[in-house]
């Protein structure tokens, strides 16, 4: 997994997918990226995509909209499978939006990369360890997978409804929060 835009600064968008990833023991390789750093609470920082020699199955991306086409442009054929937009910055603010939105789907697509976002909160696999999210929510203790999965669009009432179902002690193994999908 990358994580670009990946900050030890817990003020920072890229933080806490990567603490979360962390905290949980996600058992593969993580890649955090970000040029002004060597490296973050000791795994290496790569200064872009391009850095990584090894295929990357999820990225991550917690930068600045205008940051984003050139980090995709950067994938080579093939590299990243799969990514996730935490970033806000396109539909949801309007025409301009959602030009930059379908300007961000044309160019993912053109790199052959799924996506999930933009304005996503992120996802969760308790079972397989894979939390890359910016929901607070998982930052509560004992979370245990469960046989549920909730997927939604709203990244607040997903949050909402997942400290709810921990409150009442059931278990959700999966979450997706779709963003401007």
Same mark, same amino acid.
Do not use: C, M, R
């Given at each position: 997994?990358?994580?670009?835009?990946?900050?030890?600064? /817990?003020?920072?968008? +890229?933080?806490?997918?990567? /603490?979360?990833?962390r905290k949980y023991g996600y058992?593969?390789?993580l890649f955090p990226i970000n040029p002004n750093v060597s490296d973050i609470d000791g795994l290496p920082c790569y200064p872009n995509i391009s850095a990584i020699s090894a295929p990357v199955d999820l990225l991550v991306i917690a930068t600045a909209a205008a940051r984003i086409p050139d980090l995709l442009r950067e994938c080579r054929p093939g590299q990243v499978k799969s990514a996730i937009v935490? #970033? #806000?910055?396109?539909?949801?603010? +309007?025409?301009d939006g959602v /030009?930059?939105?379908n300007d961000l789907r044309s160019l993912a697509l053109s790199k052959g990369i799924r996506f999930i976002?933009?304005?996503?909160?992120g996802l969760a696999n308790l079972k397989d360890k894979i939390i890359p999210t910016i929901s607070q929510v998982f930052d509560q203790p004992n979370l245990q997978p469960g046989p549920i999965a909730f997927i939604t669009q709203s990244g607040a009432v997903g949050t909402a409804v997942m400290a709810l179902v921990h409150a009442e002690q059931l278990k959700i193994g999966h979450f997706v929060s779709t963003g401007n999908e």
């Open positions: 997994i990358g994580i670009a835009g990946a900050s030890a600064d /817990t003020g920072k968008l +890229g933080a806490l997918p990567l /603490t979360f990833l058992p593969g390789a935490l #970033s #806000s910055g396109y539909a949801e603010l +309007g025409v /030009t930059l939105q976002g933009p304005n996503s909160v």
